[in-house]
Structure formats: structure tokens, C-alpha cells
């Protein structure tokens, strides 16, 4: 069984910055691809970033320059360090962590930002 958690979540100011963090445990040793999706009230889930476990990324072009996706292979663990934020980011947040089989979803973390 995996277990995945987003943390870091919480209200910004436009222009402001926030840092998620999620982090994968349980009976899988590691994790291929990690990445960060988002959805709004009234929208469908979109990508935001994700990293390969090589460390090779994709940004969705809303996000590009603005927010950096890292992953720490050690602890399981990938970032999503937000800066510059816009009030069309403001969402809930889901992290994932890809095994040989399957997909695994955190809950997700809610992301405002006030205008």
C-alpha cells in the first residue's frame, strides 16, 4: 500500500510565493515519475509539472518561469516551489508518484491566491 501527501498549501498574495512538498511511503521502495496537477472550481484536473526520475521535467506554459519542480529520490519526496503567483492559480493541488504499474494520488492541498 502507498501513501501520498501534499503539504505546503495555504493563501498568497498575487506576486507572492508558496512551497508544496509531497511525499510517497509504504510498500514501494521508489517512484518513477512525480508531478503536481491542479484543478479549479468548475474545471477539469490540468498538469501542472512533472519530473522524470532522472530529473528531466515538463512545465504546462501557464506555469513556465514562474513555478520549479524538484524531487529528493532519497526521501521520496517532490517539491513545487510556486513564485509569482496569479489568482487563476488558485486550485487544489495533487501530487503523484508513478510505480512500474500503477499511478498513486495524494489528496491534495488547496492553493489561494488573492488578488
Known amino acids: 500500500q502507498v501513501q501520498v501527501v501534499e503539504s505546503g498549501g495555504g493563501l498568497a498574495q498575487t506576486g507572492g510565493s508558496l512551497r508544496l512538498s509531497c511525499v510517497a511511503s509504504?510498500?514501494?521502495?521508489?517512484?518513477?515519475?512525480r508531478g503536481w496537477y491542479r484543478q479549479a472550481p468548475g474545471k477539469q484536473r490540468e498538469l501542472v509539472a512533472t519530473i522524470s526520475s532522472g530529473g528531466m521535467t515538463i512545465s504546462a506554459d501557464s506555469v513556465k518561469g514562474r513555478f520549479t519542480i524538484s524531487r529528493d529520490n532519497a526521501k521520496n519526496a517532490v517539491y513545487l516551489q510556486m513564485n509569482s503567483l496569479k489568482p487563476e492559480d488558485t486550485a487544489v493541488y495533487y501530487c503523484?508518484?508513478?510505480?512500474?504499474?500503477?499511478?498513486?494520488w495524494g489528496r491534495g492541498t488547496q492553493v489561494t491566491v488573492s488578488s
Open positions: 503523484y508518484a508513478d510505480s512500474e504499474f500503477s499511478r498513486y
Open positions: 509504504g510498500s514501494i521502495f521508489s517512484f518513477n515519475a
